[in-house]
C-alpha cells in the first residue's frame, strides 16, 4: 500500500466507547471481543466501518446479536461492515490466535512460556480487529483465563475486580481499567512468575501496590528497578506535580522483547534487561539504563497515556517529552554534568547520523510507509532536545506553566505538537509559530560562530550564524531560533563578567542564554579589555554542530578552567578530534599519525584532579570513537584509517602519561562492598579509563593488571571493564579470559551478550570469522531480538572497522543475515540494517561494495514492509 501522509489526517468515522476482552489462554487462544461502538459526531454519517486486522483468523462476528457473513465481512487484514447502525451498536467478534508461533513479538506471544503482548504502534489489531489508532480511546474490561499451573499470574491494565475458579485446572481475573485509552497500551500476561512488592503513597495519600514480575528465581534482581520507580514515582510529583492514577502498578519483565519497554496503563512490560540487575550481573551502566527506562515509561504514564497523541505522526509528542523528562530525572538522581554530556555523546552517535543520512526525517514526520521505522533517535532524543531547547527560551517558570496548562488541557485527549506548543505559547505570551520548525525539518544545523575584539573600545563581538544543510525531499531551510548559553573566559581561566552593549532580554543578561532568533545575530559585549575565549552553547543549549575557529591553546585553555563541565569536555573532544582527523588525513597520505604533548599532559591532568566528579573525569578520558571520526569528516570516510589514527593517539597518551595512569588507577581502588550510587560508580569508570589508556600504550603489564582485575572482581562492572582491556590485546591471555568468562556465565543469557558484544567489537581482520562462528552456537538465536542486537547489532555498530571491512564482507554479512532475520521478527530486521544509515559518506570503493549490499536486500524476494521501506529509503 501506499504511504500513509501527515496531511491526510481525519477523525474515524465511529467511536469506541468500551472494550470487553474475553481471553482464554491456551496453545491456540481464543479472543472474544465485545465492542461497544457509536457513530463519531465528527466523522462521515452512514460511512462503512472497516476494522483493522494484522493476519487474524476470524471465528465469528455478531453486529447486536445478528451473526455476520465472514466469507463477506472478513480477511485476515480487515473486518468490514458497509452499512452499521446510525446509532450506539455492539459488535462482537472471536478470533483464534496461535501465540507459539508469533515470532514477530507483535500482538499476543510467548516469551519463555509466558504470554505477553506488544501493541504499540499497531500490534493490537494482531489480537483481534479494532480501529488500530490512538486517537480511538476506551475503556477496557479484560477476562483472562488459562491453566492454573501454567499460567498461576494473571495480570492486564487497571485494577483487577475479580477472579475465581474457571473448571478443572483452571482460573480467571478481571482487570477493569476506568482511563479510556488508545487499543495501542493495552496489555496482558500470563504465565509462572515471581514478584517483589512494594506501596507507594501518592502525594495526596492514596496508597498504590506495585509489583515486579520476573521470570522464576529472577526476583532477587529486580529491586534496584522497584528503588528506581518509587524515585520516578516521587519526582513526577515533586518536579511536574503528577500524582499516579490507578490503585496497582505493575511491571513485567520478560527476554524476548524487541525494544527496550513498554508504558501499557498500569501494566509496564519490560526487556528483562532494563529490570535485571545485582551486582554480579549487571554493570554501573546498566543499572544507569534500568533507572532511566523505569522512569522513562513510568513518566508516559501522564506524558503519552493520560494525553496520548492523535495520530503515529506525533509520535514525538510523547516519545521526545517523556525522555526529556527522563534525560531531567537521571541528572537529579546522578551528576547533571555526566548526565548531559552521555546524553550528547547518545544524540551525536545516533541521531547526527541518522540527521545526515539518507534515512533523515523531520522530528514529526510528514509521510511513512512503516510506522515501526520512526522510533528512532530523531524522534526520540532531537524530539528531546526540541523540548530541552523550549525550555531554555521561554524560561523555568513559563515550561513549568505551559505544562500544567497542557495537563489541565489536554488530559483524557489525544493531541497533537500544535496543541503542546499552544500551551507555551499561551504561558510564555509569545509567538512559537517559527519554533515549531524545529519539528517539520529535518538535519542538524551548523552554528558558525566568529568572535573579534576591539581593543580600542574594548568591547568583544560575536557573530552567530546558523545554516542547515539539504537533506532528502527538504532542499530548503529555514532558520530555526535557538538558545545559545554563552560565557567568556580571560587567559587567566576566569569568567569575565558579560556586560552588555546593546538592549539583551532579562534571560540573556541573567542567565547568559542568548536567543538567536533567525538566520544570524551579532552580540557585542563590553569591557573587554583582553581578547577572551568564548565557551559557546555551554551545556549543549542547542542541539547543533558548532563551526567555531577556536585555537589550540583555546581549547587547551577551556580544558582546564572553563565553568561549564560540558564545554571543558567539549574542549578536549574538539582537540582529539582536531588531532585524530588529521592523522586519518596523515595515514590515508603514507605519513606518520600527529601526537600532542600537550594534549596528552592536559588529560593528564584532568585525570589526576578527578577529586570533585570522577565520572566527569572518566568522560574526559573517553577520546571521540571512529564514529564520531567518520560522522565529523563527514564524505570520503575511510574507517581504517580512523582507526588507525584513534588508535595511535591512544597508545602514544598511554605511553606518555604511563605510571600516572596507575596511580590514579591504584588511588581509586576499594575494597568496600559493591554499590551501584552514581559516586562509587563515577570511580570505577574512571578507574576502568585509566587502565583501559594505560594498556593501549602499555600492552604486556597492562594485560597483566587487567587479568589481575579480573581474576578478583567481585562485581560485573570490574569485570567486564577488565575483560574489555583483555579483548583488545590480541594474547592467548584474552581467548582464556572469555572461555573463562563463558563458562562462568553462560546460564545467564544477559551476560553471555556482554561476551557476544565484546567479540564483536574486537577491531580485527578475523573479527567477522569469529562472529559467524558465534552465531552457529546454541547461545545465540536469531529469534530473539537481545542476542542479535548483543552480536549482531554490536558487530554493524561498534565495529566499523571489521563492518567496513574493504572486501565488502562486514557488508554482506549483515545484510544476508537482514534478510534471515526478517523471516522471523521484520522489526529487528529493519533496525540491524539501518546500520547502513552512513553509507553514501564511505570513500569510493566501501560504498560501492554497500551499494551492492543493499541492492542485494532490495532484490531479495518477499521483504517485510519493515526491511523494505529502510532499504528503499538508504538507496534512494
Ligand atoms: N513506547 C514504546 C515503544 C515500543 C515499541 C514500538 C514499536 C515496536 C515495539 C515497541 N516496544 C516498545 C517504548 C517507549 O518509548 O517507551
Ligand atoms: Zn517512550
Redesign the pocket.
Known amino acids: 500500500h501506499g504511504p500513509t501522509r501527515l496531511a491526510d489526517y481525519r477523525p474515524t468515522d465511529y467511536l469506541i466507547d468500551t472494550v470487553e476482552l474475553d481471553v482464554r489462554l491456551d496453545e491456540t487462544t481464543r479472543v472474544v471481543s465485545r465492542l461497544r461502538l457509536r457513530p463519531n459526531p465528527l466523522g462521515r454519517a452512514g460511512a462503512p466501518l472497516a476494522l483493522d486486522g494484522g493476519d487474524l483468523k476470524p471465528l465469528r462476528a455478531v453486529l447486536d446479536n445478528q451473526p455476520l457473513d465472514l466469507a463477506e465481512v472478513a480477511t485476515p487484514e480487515r473486518l468490514t461492515i458497509a452499512e452499521p447502525p446510525r446509532r450506539a451498536f455492539t459488535l462482537e467478534i472471536e478470533t483464534e490466535l496461535d501465540p507459539a508461533a508469533n515470532t514477530r513479538?507483535?500482538g499476543l506471544y510467548r516469551s519463555n512460556n509466558t504470554w505477553c503482548t506488544?501493541c504499540?504502534?499497531e500490534?493490537f489489531r494482531r489480537i483481534t480487529y479494532y480501529l488500530d489508532r490512538p486517537d480511538v480511546m476506551a475503556v477496557f474490561t479484560t477476562r483472562i483465563e488459562a491453566s492454573k499451573e501454567e499460567a498461576p499470574i494473571l495480570l492486564s491494565n487497571g485494577n483487577r475486580v475479580e477472579a475465581g475458579e474457571a473448571g478443572p485446572g483452571r482460573h480467571y481475573a478481571i482487570w477493569r481499567d476506568p482511563h479510556p485509552k488508545p487499543c495501542y497500551l493495552f496489555a496482558l500476561i500470563g504465565g509462572d512468575l515471581d514478584s517483589i512488592h512494594d506501596e507507594f503513597t501518592t502525594a495526596s495519600g492514596r496508597k498504590v501496590d506495585l509489583g515486579i514480575y520476573v521470570e522464576k528465581g529472577k526476583k532477587h534482581r529486580a529491586y534496584y528497578a522497584m528503588q528506581s520507580l518509587i524515585h520516578a514515582m516521587r519526582w513526577d510529583e515533586f518536579v511536574y506535580g503528577r500524582e499516579y492514577d490507578l490503585d496497582v502498578f505493575n511491571i513485567v519483565a520478560v527476554s524476548d522483547?524487541?525494544?527496550?519497554?513498554?508504558?501499557n496503563k498500569g501494566l509496564n512490560i519490560f526487556n528483562d534487561k532494563y529490570i535485571l540487575a545485582v551486582a554480579e550481573t549487571a554493570t554501573d551502566a546498566d543499572y544507569a539504563r534500568i533507572e532511566s527506562v523505569v522512569a522513562?515509561?513510568y513518566f508516559?504514564n501522564w506524558t503519552?497515556n493520560r494525553i496520548t497523541c492523535r495520530d503515529w505522526f506525533q509520535l514525538c509528542l510523547?516519545?521526545g517529552l517523556?525522555v526529556y523528562r527522563d534525560q531531567e530525572f537521571s541528572g537529579d538522581q546522578r551528576s547533571r554534568a555526566v548526565q548531559r554530556i552521555s546524553d550528547v555523546r547518545a544524540l551525536r552517535a545516533a541521531q547526527f547520523p541518522e540527521d545526515a543520512g539518507p534515512l533523515a526525517h523531520n522530528v514529526r514526520p510528514d509521510t511513512y510507509r512503516e510506522i515501526?521505522n520512526f522510533?528512532t533517535a530523531t524522534v526520540?532524543e532531537k524530539g528531546a532536545e526540541i523540548v530541552r531547547m523550549l525550555r531554555a527560551l521561554i524560561g523555568h517558570d513559563a515550561y513549568h506553566a505551559g505544562m500544567a496548562l497542557y495537563f489541565e488541557r489536554f488530559d483524557g485527549k489525544a493531541a497533537t505538537i500544535e496543541d503542546f506548543l499552544s500551551c507555551f505559547a499561551e504561558a510564555a505570551k509569545r509567538d512559537l509559530a517559527s519554533f515549531a520548525q524545529w519539528y517539520a525539518q529535518a538535519g542538524t544545523p551548523r552554528l558558525h560562530v566568529k568572535g573579534v575584539h576591539d581593543a580600542k573600545a574594548q568591547t568583544y563581538t560575536l557573530t552567530l550564524r546558523q545554516e542547515t544543510p539539504p537533506t532528502p525531499g527538504q532542499t530548503t531551510k529555514k532558520p530555526l531560533p535557538m538558545p545559545i548559553r554563552i560565557g567568556l573566559i580571560g587567559r587567566d581561566g576566569a569568567e569575565i563578567p558579560m556586560v552588555q552593549d546593546e538592549p539583551w532580554s532579562a534571560r540573556e543578561a541573567k542567565f547568559g542564554v542568548f536567543e538567536l532568533p533567525g538566520a544570524e545575530r551579532a552580540i557585542v559585549f563590553k569591557n573587554v579589555p583582553t581578547p577572551p575565549v568564548a565557551s559557546v552553547n555551554r551545556r549543549f543549549s542547542a542541539a547543533v554542530i558548532l563551526e567555531m575557529d577556536l585555537s589550540e591553546d583555546d581549547l587547551l585553555l577551556m580544558m582546564a578552567h572553563d565553568s561549564d563541565p560540558f564545554n571543558k569536555w567539549q574542549a578536549a573532544q574538539s582537540l582529539a578530534t582536531r588531532l585524530m582527523i588529521r592523522s586519518t588525513a596523515a595515514i590515508r597520505a603514507g605519513e606518520m599519525p600527529e601526537f600532542s604533548e600537550k594534549f596528552a599532559e592536559a588529560l593528564g591532568r584532568a585525570l589526576e584532579g578527578y577529586e570533585g566528579d570522577p565520572a566527569f573525569a572518566a568522560q574526559m578520558a573517553a577520546l571521540p570513537s571512529e564514529n564520531d571520526l567518520a560522522r565529523d569528516i563527514g564524505c570520503d570516510v575511510d574507517p581504517e584509517a580512523i582507526f588507525l589514527a584513534r588508535k595511535a593517539l591512544r597508545d602514544g597518551i598511554g605511553r606518555r602519561l604511563g605510571q600516572r595512569l596507575v596511580t590514579v588507577y591504584d588511588k581509586l581502588h576499594s575494597d568496600a562492598a559493591y554499590s551501584p550510587d552514581a559516586a562509587s560508580a563515577g570511580r570505577r569508570a574512571l578507574r576502568s579509563a585509566c587502565l583501559d589508556l594505560y594498556a593501549a600504550g602499555n600492552h604486556a603489564d597492562g594485560a597483566d593488571i587487567a587479568l589481575t582485575q579480573f581474576q578478583r572482581a567481585t562485581n560485573m562492572t570490574d569485570k567486564m571493564g577488565a575483560l574489555t582491556v583483555l579483548s583488545r590485546l590480541p594474547t592467548p591471555t584474552r581467548e582464556k579470559a572469555l572461555d573463562f568468562f563463558f563458562r562462568a556465565h553462560c546460564q545467564e543469557p544477559l551476560i553471555t551478550d556482554k561476551w557476544f558484544s565484546l567479540q564483536a567489537t574486537i577491531p580485527e581482520p578475523d573479527t567477522l570469522a569469529r562472529v559467524k562462528r558465534l552465531t552457529k552456537i546454541h547461545a545465540f538465536n536469531i529469534a530473539t531480538p537481545n542476542r542479535v542486537y548483543a552480536l549482531i547489532g554490536a558487530f554493524a555498530n561498534g565495529n566499523p572497522l571489521c563492518f567496513n571491512a574493504a572486501s565488502g564482507e562486514g557488508y554482506r554479512f549483515v545484510a544476508d543475515l537482514a534478510l534471515e532475520i526478517d523471516r522471523v521478527n521484520p522489526?529487528v530486521a529493519a533496525r540491524v540494517l539501518s546500520a547502513f544509515r552512513s553509507w553514501r559518506n564511505l570513500e569510493v570503493e566501501r560504498r560501492a561494495q554497500a551499494e551492492q549490499a543493499l541492492k542485494n536486500v532490495s532484490d531479495a524476494p518477499k521483504l517485510s514492509p519493515d526491511l523494505r521501506d529502510i532499504v528503499q529509503r538508504a538507496l534512494a
Not at 522483547?257 to 508504558?263: D, K, L, P, Q
Open positions: 513479538l507483535e506488544q504499540e504502534a500490534g522483547f524487541t525494544m527496550g519497554a513498554m508504558e522513562h515509561e508516559h503519552g510523547k516519545e517523556t515501526n522510533y526520540y522489526q
